[in-house]
């Protein structure tokens, strides 16, 4: 092993980003596998409080919920 191998590794997170970019909305979240209940809550509330409308859990994990390759060096590639 070399070094820098440790510069180069990836981990795997899940992303979610508000589909309506034509009203100008920017919400993006990014975060670790472990924290998929905060994520889609986060995600519902702000669709919810934003966009006015309501969604299940089960509905934003299976339509909008992206797994994700994240560089760990600190820099996102």
Do not use: P, W
Request: with cysteine; charged share 30%.
């Amino acid at each position: 092993m070399t070094a820098n191998v440790h510069d180069e590794e990836t981990t795997t997170a899940l992303q979610v980003a508000c589909d309506t970019a034509v009203s100008g909305c920017v919400f993006t979240m990014r975060t670790e596998e472990n924290d998929r209940e905060r994520l889609l809550e986060i995600t519902r509330d702000h669709v919810a409080e934003q966009h006015g409308k309501d969604y299940t859990l089960e509905e934003i994990e299976e339509q909008h919920v992206e797994t994700v390759d994240v560089s760990t060096d600190g820099h996102d590639h």
